[in-house]
């Protein structure tokens, strides 16, 4: 079965500091997908990185960066030199079988980012 | 980039009425799926749409939903007779590859 797991409900941090978002996922599938959303206070859902099982090279997007590892099933986020706009929620989301009429995203649970001045 | 749109942005209704949520996909797109958020908790899948019929579907998604695109560019998510646990944001998304893409959502609160 699929399942998404985002253990830390919420993190405050002061800003400039560095967090790290968890994310542990299950799948039976060899072939699967892994994405990020932001979810600011707005409501929307915005995009941040997808990554495919197939590639486990770690990204770096500024001051974003995320650390995938299949040996332990997870795929984690870290914000470095947090700022007051990073505040919002984060969604981890997997996705097997998107080359069929599949495709769904299955979401954690997200986790709250605080970030004070 | 181009932007999936959904309308109305807030909808209120009451009890046992039926409601009709709105979404404009990315033309080129060729899936489409709707997404239920209840306040405070994570995105939950709906259905999904393919080629003109529905590809899979959650448990949440009963009788009471039905979806529709009616004209080659709406996506429609009907809810029948509306529950109070129906409140919640509900998010069109479509795609074409790998990446789906998201409308800003359809806040339903239901009296």
């Known amino acids: 079965a699929q399942k998404v797991t985002q253990a830390q409900t919420e993190i405050s941090v002061v800003e400039k500091e560095d967090v790290t978002l968890d994310c542990v996922y299950e799948t039976r599938d060899t072939t699967y997908y892994l994405f990020w959303y932001k979810q600011p206070p707005s409501g929307e859902l915005v995009f941040l990185i997808r990554?495919?099982?197939?590639?486990?090279q770690n990204e770096i997007s500024g001051r974003y960066s995320w650390n995938f590892q299949k040996s332990t099933s997870s795929f984690n986020f870290t914000i470095t030199a947090s700022q007051v706009v990073d505040s919002a929620v984060y969604f981890c989301a997997l996705s097997e079988s998107i080359y069929n009429q599949g495709g769904k995203l299955i979401f954690g649970q997200g986790t709250e980012l605080s970030v004070k001045p | 980039e181009p932007e999936v749109t959904q309308t109305p942005s807030h909808q209120v209704t009451q009890m046992g009425q039926e409601v009709i949520l709105r979404c404009v996909p990315i033309?080129?797109?060729?899936?489409f799926y709707w997404y239920r958020q209840i306040l405070g908790q994570k995105v939950e899948f709906l259905v999904s749409f393919y080629n003109n019929e529905i590809s899979e579907k959650s448990e949440i998604f009963d009788d009471q939903f039905s979806v529709e695109r009616p004209d080659g560019s709406n996506f429609t998510l009907k809810i029948r007779s509306t529950k109070l646990e129906d409140s919640a944001m509900y998010f069109c998304?479509?795609?074409?590859?790998?990446?789906?893409?998201f409308g800003p959502g359809t806040r339903l609160t239901v009296l």
């Open positions: 990554r495919n099982s197939f590639d486990e």
């Open positions: 998304a479509s795609r074409r590859e790998l990446r789906q893409f």
């Open positions: 033309s080129n797109h060729l899936y």
